[in-house]
DNA sequence: CAAAACTGTAACAATAATTATTACAATAAA
DNA sequence: TTTATTGTAATAATTATTGTTACAGTTTTG
């Protein structure tokens, strides 16, 4: 699959979420998670264009959240941050002089579309708030 | 999440199942799949380990299902073949003087479970018989 | 019994993916 | 005009994955 980016995304847009009354910086948000806030940048970059986050530039400037955090799914995060098949891909190109080899992809596919869907109907059940409610 | 282990090991099950009347060697297995031979003996030694093949040392040796493909489903392969969170980990600590920093983790864990189960039931609803079927 | 064809596994090399860092331009507030 | 901040490119460091070589151990077969 993919890597710690959905634990991250979540993270700051939980943040943001909590602390909805200010604009919070990369360097505060990075200290809560402890990465680099140059990652942090990045990632909203990423939440920025699907839509989930905001940023005002310059000084005094920060990050907030783009809507109510109740009209975030986690599966809108899921898929802002989604890159590669859930179940991994494996980068070898089957046989396809072989039965199996042929079409074998193709079925692989289909089974992780499959797969994929019920973990997005899954994360489309809670939503930030319900998340970030979580946290007394 | 994890790399490219699920689909190589499927399409070992997928070989197995299809050619059961015979053994199966690593060299032909990794033809169909296009990788090495080292590798497949590999990813079958995890399989072994958890009951799906069993193997045949020496010359004429090689591999074989260890029980009907309907008693394997596809959720058992995906366990054997798991390491890492479907939702991917990430490897920062986070800061745990902070409300979110402190907590994110058990929560992220409760919903990476909840995830990762309703992937398991669905995955057990196919055997490797139904899946092999689809191979005319 | 000796050769051949395998599996099993360790050690290591190569490659790819991820994460971190540095640097600096652009913007906005004070 | 200084200061704080985002935005982003370039690059380095680290970690994970995949591939390779080598060889000991096992079993069949001539």
């Known amino acids: 699959m993919n890597n710690g980016r959905f634990s991250i995304s979540l993270h700051i847009l939980t943040l943001l979420e909590m602390l909805s009354n200010e604009l919070l910086t990369s360097d505060y948000i990075a200290g809560s998670i402890n990465i680099n806030p140059v990652l942090v940048r990045k990632e909203i970059s990423n939440l920025k264009k699907h839509g989930l986050v905001e940023s005002k530039e310059g ?33 070898n190109s089957p046989n396809p002089s072989c039965v199996v080899g042929k079409q074998i992809n193709k079925h692989l596919d ?27």
């Open 59 to 91: 000084k005094a400037g920060g990050y907030a959240l783009a809507k109510p955090a109740r009209q975030i799914r986690l599966s809108d995060v899921y898929q802002a941050v989604r890159q590669t098949p859930l179940l991994g891909t494996a980068k």
């Open 110 to 136: 289909a089974l992780y579309a499959d797969a994929e869907d019920v973990v997005v109907k899954k994360l489309g059940k809670t939503t930030l708030a319900d998340f970030a409610k979580k946290f007394a």
